[in-house]
């Protein structure tokens, strides 16, 4: 069993320039796991309290030297010099210590930087990939390669809201390995540049997860703009390559209704809507068609196209155990997308994960808006056997790490990509 000989973080930045955590975590034998943790800008207003300084003068109130000092203090006067027996021990300890229902006194992301790192320490220690220690807390499920969700087109809080929804990303269908799908990709995404460019004057300016944002007018405008280019990649729509959408609703539902435009519609009139769009176009995906607190409505929005497309949930569910309950009781989705920081430590993300599993729900491993270029979320796609893996577009290195990691992993195993249609099979 693991003897923890040290513990120290310190603040960093991230993707946007923004403060975040890192972690170094150092055993007795002397391996030392280190963890970088990331940052939403689409956060559900359920996610664990992600704990900031507050401190106008200093990145906007942004900094994590608060967080850093909990690792520092609290957290290495509870672990250092004890031998961990799980990974569990360790993040049940940490919650004690918070104490708080959502992590508000020690903060989420002091808390995950510390699971991560000593998961990786331990990986080190057994001489393991980082992949096969997440696959045991797990509970050793098969493996697979996740099949990769990757931006293409951004708006919403990603792109400064030039439309209302927030993401339309490639699903590369007919890939047969990881290889082959960002192939696929960089394809598309080529010709999605130069279609922007012709029809826009677009420069290749990238958002928070390097999709590109033109000016489009309107959802649609976005959406069959990715067809367009999925077609001038020499792919066809539909068969080669799907799309999946990030609706992020709950950014413009206000006041008891959605507002894609200056009008106004309602519940109802959003599900019409969300139903159109994946009866118009080849769309396998639909995450957050609805705002997180409009519960009533979700099941209606599974009704409508659950036959087509899968409904995951986010900002609804934000990887939380009871959320995810109430979704399974209600019938309210059918995926997980599961963001570990939204919850705040290995263990309960693996526990979210394994009740959406027993509900027979698929399960997409994701990264954030405000990413770093650690790339253990690679190792945890693969151990945790998630059926996608949503990263970001295939620009930026913050992104490109874990889609180098992913292709590490395929050279160096023998496992396949999981299987089509079986991944969104509906």
């Not at 975590?25 to 507050?54: F, K, T, Y």
């Not at 931006?151 to 490639?170: E, K, M, P, R």
């Not at 696929?184 to 590109?212: V, W």
């Not at 263990?347 to 399960?363: D, L, P, Y």
Request: some cysteine; overall charge negative.
């Amino acid at each position: 069993m693991p003897l923890i000989k040290s513990l120290n973080a310190l603040e960093i930045l991230d993707s946007r320039g923004r403060p975040t955590v890192k972690v170094h975590c150092m055993l007795e034998g002397g391996v030392l796991g280190s963890a970088s943790v990331p940052s939403g800008a689409s956060s559900g207003a359920a996610e664990a309290h992600e704990l900031r300084d507050n401190e106008p003068e200093r990145y906007g109130g942004l900094g994590c030297r608060k967080a850093v000092g909990h690792v520092n203090r609290d957290l290495a006067d509870l672990l250092v010099g004890r031998t961990i027996g799980s990974q569990a021990e360790l993040d049940q300890n940490m919650l004690d210590l918070d104490g708080t229902p959502n992590k508000s006194r020690l903060g989420a992301n002091a808390l995950l930087a510390v699971s991560i790192a000593f998961s990786r320490a331990c990986a080190l220690e057994k001489q393991v990939p980082l992949y096969a220690q997440f696959n045991e807390i797990a509970g050793g499920d098969p493996i697979y390669l996740p099949r990769p969700t990757i931006n293409l087109f951004s708006g919403g809080l990603h792109a400064g809201g030039q439309v209302a929804i927030q993401d339309v990303l490639v699903v590369p269908a007919s890939a047969n390995s990881i290889d082959e799908a960002l192939a696929h990709t960089y394809a598309i995404f080529q010709a999605g540049a130069s279609l922007a460019h012709d029809r826009y004057g677009y420069r290749l300016l990238r958002a928070d997860e390097g999709g590109m944002a033109p000016d489009f007018s309107s959802a649609d405008d976005m959406l069959s703009m990715a067809v367009e280019a999925i077609e001038e990649a020499g792919l066809r729509p539909g068969e080669d390559v799907f799309l999946a959408v990030d609706v992020a609703s709950s950014h413009f539902f206000k006041q008891s209704a959605y507002y894609l435009g200056e009008d106004p519609i309602s519940s109802g009139e959003m599900v019409e809507k969300v139903a159109g769009w994946v009866d118009t176009y080849p769309i396998i995906s639909v995450e957050d068609g609805l705002a997180e607190e409009d519960w009533a409505h979700w099941p209606a929005l599974v009704k409508a196209i659950s036959n087509k497309a899968r409904v995951v949930g986010d900002d609804l569910l934000c990887t939380n155990p009871k959320r995810i309950d109430k979704a399974i009781q209600l019938g309210a989705a059918d995926t997980l997308l599961l963001k570990v920081n939204q919850i705040g430590t290995l263990t309960e993300a693996a526990i979210a994960r394994e009740k959406a599993r027993n509900a027979g729900w698929q399960v997409t491993i994701s990264a954030r808006s405000g990413e770093t270029e650690d790339d253990w979320l690679a190792d945890l796609a693969v151990g945790w056997a998630g059926n996608q893996i949503k990263v970001g577009s295939i620009t930026q290195s913050e992104r490109l790490a874990k889609y180098n990691r992913l292709l590490e992993i395929e050279q160096m195993t023998d496992y396949p990509l999981e299987p089509w249609p079986n991944s969104l099979d509906t």
